[in-house]
């Protein structure tokens, strides 16, 4: 069993102040809009935008409670980007939600083709949040559904 003491998160069973509202609904937003839903097993979201991911993991910490040693992260980045700097770069962004350097997966290096925009786009290459519970996954999933027109 995965979790022999419960599940690692918690449900929101009711979600009254403002600022809540508001994180619950960037959340949900941001993985409606950029996360990966067709893994069963794990929420995943990827991006470029330090904000963007330091937002959806505020989401997953804040609304579900989820412990940050829970998180893992992967890196991938373009061969002409210096690794160690870059991991450097996104530890230092979540540091300060308690996530350190031993959650981030072995850094993925795709070759570089040409010179193409994407250094303007991904200076820092494509960090994606993984959070592993099928539990969480189905909730987050059923609460999407609610609002799906």
């Known amino acids: 069993m995965h979790n022999p003491d419960g599940d690692p998160f918690v449900a929101p069973s009711n979600l009254n102040y403002k600022s809540?509202?508001?994180?619950?609904?960037?959340?949900?937003?941001?993985?409606?809009?950029?996360?990966?839903?067709?893994?069963?097993?794990?929420?995943?979201?990827?991006?470029?935008?330090?904000?963007?991911?330091?937002?959806?993991?505020?989401?997953?910490?804040?609304?579900?409670?989820?412990?940050?040693?829970?998180?893992?992260?992967?890196?991938?980045?373009?061969?002409?980007?210096p690794p160690r700097n870059v991991l450097s770069f996104w530890i230092s962004q979540l540091r300060s939600l308690g996530i350190n350097e031993q959650q981030f997966q072995k850094v993925v290096?795709?070759?570089?083709?040409?010179?193409?925009?994407?250094?303007?786009?991904?200076?820092?290459?494509?960090?994606?949040?993984?959070?592993?519970n099928v539990r969480l996954k189905n909730l987050i999933d059923n609460m999407l559904a609610e609002y799906k027109v």
């Not at 609904?25 to 904000?51: A, C, F, I, Q």
């Not at 795709?110 to 303007?120: C, D, I, K, V």
Request: glycine share 10%.
């Open 20 to 81: 809540i509202h508001f994180i619950a609904g960037l959340g949900l937003g941001l993985y409606w809009g950029e996360g990966n839903k067709r893994n069963p097993t794990s929420v995943r979201l990827g991006n470029t935008d330090p904000k963007l991911i330091k937002a959806f993991v505020r989401f997953l910490l804040k609304i579900f409670k989820v412990k940050p040693s829970k998180l893992r992260f992967g890196l991938q980045i373009f061969s002409d980007m």
């Open 109 to 132: 290096v795709t070759p570089a083709r040409s010179l193409g925009t994407y250094r303007e786009k991904s200076q820092h290459g494509v960090l994606t949040v993984y959070c592993s």
